[in-house]
């Protein structure tokens, strides 16, 4: 199947890139990959949430992060499609890589950034390199941001 399919059976709309808050664009094809730069969960122009990850008061809940670690991984797909016009011509995603922006004794980045690995996944059906790094602060206060590597067919 397809994974233009997949993405129609999973109920899956990409949203409209997400345009750059500097000086970047959101994705670069080399040879037979797409980098996307680092994507953060923006929905409709907005960001969904910010502040640090972590449990207690005042801090984004894990559960939380790690939907939103979803919708950047969903961001940065629709990044790869404005290059290649469908995700058909992606082979496999190569690599994910997460920040999260932590609290100093939140430790879970991985569980975090499964929300990413995860929907990739489902769309792909094959694992990935990954990394998943805990880090001070991100971009406009952003909680997590997510950036992938694709290879094209």
Known sequence: MSAEQRLADLGISLPD?????????PAVRTGQYVHTSGQLPMA??????TGKVG?????VDPALAKDLARTCALNALAAVRSLT??????ARVVKVVGFVASDPSFTAQPAVIN???????????EPH????????VLPLDAPVE?????ELA
């Open 85 to 90: 016009g469908s995700l058909d011509d992606v």
């Open 115 to 125: 929300g990413a690995s995860d929907v990739l996944g489902e769309i792909f059906g």
């Open 44 to 49: 409709d122009g907005a960001l969904l949430a």
């Open 146 to 150: 997510v950036e992938i590597v694709v």
């Open 17 to 25: 890139v997400v345009p750059p808050v500097a000086s970047y664009v």
């Open 55 to 59: 449990i207690g008061d005042g801090l």
């Open 129 to 136: 390199a990954r990394s998943a790094v805990g880090v001070a």
